[in-house]
C-alpha cells in the first residue's frame, strides 16, 4: 500500500463491494488451494495403501477394457 492510502479512513478508501481487488482474490484463492493441497496430502499418508491398491486396480481395469474391446463389440453383441 502506499502511504495515501494509509493515511486515509476505511470510509475514504475508494473500495468496490462487487468486485474485491485482483491480489485479494488471487491470495485467497491460493490459500484456500494452498489449504486443500495440504487436507489432501495428510489423508494420502494416512491411506497411503488403500491408494496403491485402488491405483492397481484402475490401471487393471483401464487395461482389461482395452484388451478386451474388440471382443465387447461382436456382431451378436446387440442381442445381449
Known amino acids: 500500500m ?11 478508501r475508494p473500495v468496490d463491494p462487487v468486485d474485491p481487488p485482483p491480489a485479494t482474490t488471487r491470495l485467497a484463492r491460493f490459500a484456500r488451494f494452498a ?7 495428510t489423508v494420502a499418508r494416512a491411506n ?25 463389440l461382436y456382431i451378436d453383441s446387440v442381442r445381449h
Open 2 to 12: 502506499n502511504r495515501m492510502a494509509e493515511l486515509l479512513s476505511p470510509v475514504d
Open 35 to 41: 489449504r486443500a493441497a495440504r487436507r489432501i496430502g
Open 48 to 72: 497411503w495403501l488403500f491408494l496403491i491398491v485402488f491405483g492397481l486396480g484402475t490401471v487393471g481395469r483401464v487395461l482389461t477394457m482395452f484388451a478386451y474391446s474388440p471382443a465387447l
